[in-house]
């Protein structure tokens, strides 16, 4: 579906045309429609989907200039997210429409200079992180109440990192007939409950992704066992040219001691994370998108809230422990018809985390470094090989079979024997778990 068959303001088709935004992604020609009309929607949604735009085009077209008062608000977990959504609407707004007033209030900027300018005029649209965006409501400065729409934004997100509650209060100021749309990669039990309580009979979207990564990424796993993750970084760092490389880290302390670490071997080294202040991680962003950094060592809060333009790179020193976030961080790079590379590092503890990887479609080159190169490791099979050893040793049948073996005498073809008894003993098992799942689906 192209965009100019929308009725919407010529404001805003003018807008498309000139960012050359033509045909509609699958989120888009979903929700922009329903959304005009009013409905309130969940939306079920991977990052890089288009659906900024797909809440951004309806709520911009429903405001009015002439009513002076908020018409609508905008929450995002985070500083960065929420700044970038800012920046795509004041790119949809033009600078010939100043009638319509947005506002970003985010923490780590002038509260007391925000106050005083809300008491001369309220904006149309509040875009802006739950904290700030609260706290003006105390201060009795910025009045939501009018609201008639309001759009969560990463709702799953703003659960984990405990702003549902605060998301919660703004809501409940607004009216009883508040058109709601929450986005989120995945709906929790705790978002589901807070939905119940502000949506009747909402539609629900889901946008299952055609592809979990793209094709242009060069997808590579790293068995780290018994090697320096800190040097592999800056091996793999140093050993091509990246155009930007963001490389992602679990915790913030990890964050700061391999910054440190690539400090100390000449690397200039751009450090976010949630624990840099405010007015520092700005300036770092403007900064990185200003190409005066090569080499970013981040936490996930950037995976889901920084989209800088042209990764080449993506290193995971870890596996994030919530492995929704690894589509999260290796998406960054591959972008616009460009390619990537990505590189996991895998612990020995990691095997049934990317086995659940590549359960959901993610395909794996396992390689190693040496002297400079990558090479492929040729035995494809030996992750897999080396579960089913440890499943088979984890079996108390198979155990007491393997520890009489090694009791009895050695006796021609004892080991084709024990084999076979440990097939036949998995087969038995297997057979009584078919039975099992069959009487299951039976009481359903």
């Given at each position: ?6 009725t ?52 911009l ?26 920046e ?28 005083d ?93 055609k ?74 962003m ?33 596996l ?110 297997g ?6 799942r ?7």
């Open positions: 579906m192209n965009f100019k068959e929308l919407i303001k010529p404001f805003i088709k003018q807008a498309l045309d000139r960012i050359s935004f033509k045909k509609m992604t699958q989120v888009q020609e979903e929700v922009i429609p329903l959304a005009l009309k009013g409905e309130s929607l969940i939306v079920k949604s991977q990052t890089g989907s288009g659906k900024t735009h797909a809440f951004l085009i309806p709520l077209d429903q405001l009015d200039p002439d009513e002076q008062k908020v018409q609508a608000v905008i929450t995002a977990p985070s500083r960065e997210l929420a700044n970038q959504i800012y795509f609407a004041l790119e949809l707004v033009g600078e010939q429409n100043e009638s319509i007033r947005i506002s970003r209030f985010v923490g780590g900027t002038d509260k007391e200079r925000q106050i300018k809300l008491a001369n005029q309220q904006p149309h649209l509040v875009i802006g992180t739950p904290g700030r965006i609260f706290d003006l409501m105390q201060a009795n400065a910025l009045w939501v109440q009018t609201a008639k729409t309001m759009v969560v934004d990463e709702a799953d997100m703003t659960f984990d990192l405990g702003f549902l509650a605060i998301v919660d209060d703004i809501a409940s100021r607004m009216a009883e007939n508040l058109q709601m749309m929450v986005f989120s990669a995945t709906i929790p039990q705790q978002v589901a409950v807070f939905l119940n309580k502000y949506m009747t009979g909402p539609k629900e979207i889901t946008i299952e992704p592809q979990v990564l793209t094709d242009q990424v060069e997808n590579y796993l790293i068995d780290i066992k018994g090697i320096n993750r800190e040097e592999m970084v800056y091996n793999l760092l140093t050993m091509g040219q990246p155009y930007l490389a963001i490389v992602f880290c679990n915790t913030r302390s990890y964050a700061d001691e391999l910054s440190e670490f690539l400090k100390s071997k000449s690397l200039k080294i751009a450090t976010i994370h949630g624990g840099i202040p405010p007015r520092e991680r700005n300036r770092l403007k900064q990185i998108r200003n190409l005066e950094f090569q080499y970013v060592v981040a936490s996930d809060l950037a995976a889901r809230g920084i989209d800088i333009p042209g990764i080449s790179h993506v290193i995971n020193t870890e994030p422990k919530d492995l929704e976030f690894f589509v999260h961080r290796v998406g960054r790079t591959a972008r616009n018809d460009l390619t990537g590379m990505a590189f996991t590092f895998m612990g020995p503890d990691d095997e049934d985390a990317i086995e659940s990887l590549e359960a959901k479609g993610i395909e794996f080159t396992e390689v190693k470094y040496s002297k400079g190169e990558l090479k492929k490791v040729d035995n494809r099979n030996r992750r897999s090989d080396r579960k089913n050893t440890q499943e088979q040793v984890q079996d108390p049948k198979v155990k007491q079979l393997i520890n009489r073996a090694k009791k009895a005498k050695v006796k021609p073809g004892y080991k084709h024997k024990l084999k076979q008894e440990i097939k036949e003993h998995k087969r038995s098992v057979r009584r778990k078919n039975k099992m069959a009487r299951q689906e039976r009481k359903k």
